[in-house]
């Protein structure tokens, strides 16, 4: 059945059968793989736990990958569909990264989306160093005159009512993004990331920067 959608879509498809007792571990062994031949995006199905807590959870395979991936992670709900309506970026007052937002920014042109930034700070008292980020992430992104805010509370619930706001359905986030936390030298998914991919019913690109300029 894929093959025959990526034929009619005229899209090169490549099949591969791997077996193993860790299912993230062959999906990262098959990443790194193809991420030296320049992959660049690896597409997951989100994978959470019905309960109480359904919402906010993301299924433990689906963590790992989105942890040690070598390249940015496409987490699609069952309901997502294909975005074209707004783009929108979370960015990190405190961890900079000027490749979020020209990712995000060149999604957005693909498919004639409108491009729109936050920022969350935690307290007022933070609200001039997320203006500036802010501004610098607009900078960032080739787009002046995109849309941006910041906005005050906690990370992942300000970022999801700005995407209702917005009319998102797409949302790029980066992989450590956690006011007040430490970056760790291991690589990890940060509470934000995790949170707010359990709540979406939009797809979620988690943006993970080349090592290497990627081949085109």
């Known amino acids: 059945a894929l093959q025959a959608l990526a034929r009619a879509a005229g899209v090169p498809l ?16 098959e990443a790194r793989a193809l991420a030296a031949r320049g992959a660049v995006l690896l597409v ?24 040690q991936a070598p390249c940015s992670v496409l987490v699609v709900a069952r309901e997502a569909r294909l975005w074209q309506r707004a783009v929108l970026a979370g960015i990190d007052p405190q961890h900079r990264d000027p490749t979020l937002p020209a ?11 409108k491009l729109h930034l936050v920022c969350v700070a935690a307290n007022e008292a933070q609200r001039a160093a997320a203006e500036q980020a802010l501004a610098q992430a607009r900078a960032d992104s080739g787009e002046p005159a995109a849309g941006g805010e910041v906005r005050i509370g906690v990370a992942h619930a300000e970022l999801m009512a700005a995407a209702v706001g ?12 956690e006011p007040g936390g430490r ?30 300029e990627p081949l085109r």
């Open 166 to 177: 917005c009319a998102a359905d797409l949302l790029v986030l980066g992989r450590r993004g």
């Open 44 to 67: 997951i199905r989100r994978r959470g736990r019905r309960g109480l807590l359904a919402n906010l959870l993301v299924g433990e395979m689906v963590s790992k990958v989105l942890a």
């Open 103 to 113: 990712a995000a920014a060149a999604l957005a042109r693909e498919c004639g989306a």
């Open 14 to 29: 490549e099949l591969r059968l791997r077996r193993g007792p860790e299912l993230h571990a062959e999906i990262l062994d």
């Open 183 to 212: 970056a760790l030298a291991r690589a990890r998914l940060g509470s934000v990331a995790r949170e707010v991919t359990g709540l979406a019913t939009c797809p979620v690109l988690v943006h993970i920067p080349p090592a290497v």
